[in-house]
Each structure stands twice: as C-alpha cells, then as structure tokens.
C-alpha cells in the first residue's frame, strides 16, 4: 500500500492565482481531512469528509473548496491564492470516525507571493 | 470548546536523560488521546494512543498514561537517544457539534544531544 499520498512536495503561487492540491489514500478509508500547519500553531482543519459526497468545515476554510467524488480522492482547492495562505499542507485518512489513528500524507510545503 | 496544551519547545536533552513532554488537554465526554511524532521533512505518524481513563499507551520505549483526574497525557521516556530527535504533538479526538473532530497542540520540538 502507497498509503496516503500528495502531490505537488512544492509549489509556490502568485497572490491570486488558483491551484489544487491534490491527496490520494488506498487504505479504504471513510474519513479524510485536510490540515494547515504553521510555526508555533499546530495543525489546524480546514476541511474534513465522512465518506464519498460528503464534506465539512473545519477551523479555518475560509479560502479553500474541497469535494470528495470517490472513496480514495479528496483534492483541496485555493480559489484566489493569498500570502496568509503560505503554509505546510497535510492530508490525513481514518479508519472511521476521528476516534480512530489518522494517517498522513508527506504534505505540500507552498509559499504564496 | 475542546483544547491541547503542550510544553512550549524547545525541548533540549542529552542522550541518556529522562525525557518528558507535557500535555494537557479540555474536553466534555470522554476523548481518546494520542500522541503523534513528525521527523524533518515528514507528516505525521502515530507514536502512541490511549482510549479510557487509566489506560497507558506505549511505543518505542515511550509511553503516556490517560489521567482524567489531572487531564492530562505526559509522554515520557526513560532514556532518550538522539534519533527521537523531532516535533511532537498530543491530540485528542472528541465529539464536538458537527461529529467528531481531532484537535492537536501546538507541537513540541525536542533535541537530544549526543
């Protein structure tokens, strides 16, 4: 098993520019989620989902679209790419409910000018 | 609302030493607790978890024991080495409004010294 996976390692934006970020799991998880994390803050959700077609916020998605269409995707969009948005990104899959171990990706380091 | 408290970093130790983490957290209900480590360059990977008060979760020579009387989840290592040098971070996951939901602390970064 890949686990789970990210793409691009990378990337650095534009202010205003848009981009996906993309996340893949082959474990068969229900639960996926998306996280940010910054210097001396943690790691904060920005969205999270139950299963195929069904998505919710976290703490800070203000700025971000998600959609999970299948089981094994769940990409995350920057609609208009800011420089608050400069960050390390993190996808993360669970067995079921969060009560359970979250798996996570190797992360998408962007910086956004 | 639910929250973590980790020990502010960072943390440096010599090879050998006792090792602690602190971490305390906030939560209505019963949480499950984890701690989780992060190496250079990484995401992050479970360390070790705990589900119900008085449980005592261990990996790796480290361990942490669940105590609802104090709220807290302390990571400890009896000697530590200079490849458990990284960041680490206790969690809980709780149900909060809108499902359950995992909050993480800040994060710990820890040095050992050789």
């Known amino acids: 098993n890949a686990g789970v996976t990210q793409t691009p390692k990378f990337q650095v934006l534009k202010t205003g520019q848009s981009m996906t970020l993309q996340c893949a799991q082959d474990?068969?998880?229900?639960?996926m989620s998306w996280y940010r994390q910054d210097p001396g803050m943690g790691l904060r959700l920005i969205h999270y989902s139950v299963g195929a077609g069904i998505t919710d916020q976290g703490e800070v998605p203000n700025g971000y679209n998600v959609s999970r269409s299948t089981t094994e995707d769940f990409p995350l969009r920057l609609l208009s790419a800011a420089p608050s948005q400069t960050s390390v990104y993190f996808c993360?899959?669970?067995?079921?409910?969060?009560?359970?171990?979250?798996?996570f990706g190797p992360g998408t380091r962007l910086t956004v000018t | 609302g639910n929250s973590v408290t980790q020990m502010e970093g960072p943390v440096t130790l010599s090879e050998e030493a006792f090792l602690t983490i602190n971490c305390t957290y906030t939560a209505t209900g019963y949480p499950s607790l984890f701690w989780y480590v992060q190496y250079p360059g990484e995401g992050l990977q479970l360390l070790l978890k705990a589900t119900k008060a008085d449980d005592k979760g261990s990996n790796k020579g480290f361990e942490a024991t669940y105590r609802k009387e104090t709220t807290s989840f302390h990571l400890e290592k009896g000697s530590g080495q200079v490849s458990d040098s990284a960041v680490y971070f206790c969690?809980?996951?709780?149900?909060?409004?809108?499902?359950?939901?995992?909050?993480f602390g800040a994060g710990t970064r820890l040095f050992v010294k050789a």
């Open positions: 969690a809980l996951s709780a149900r909060n409004t809108g499902g359950f939901k995992t909050i």
């Open positions: 474990m068969n998880h229900e639960y």
């Open positions: 993360a899959s669970s067995y079921s409910t969060p009560v359970g171990e979250q798996y």
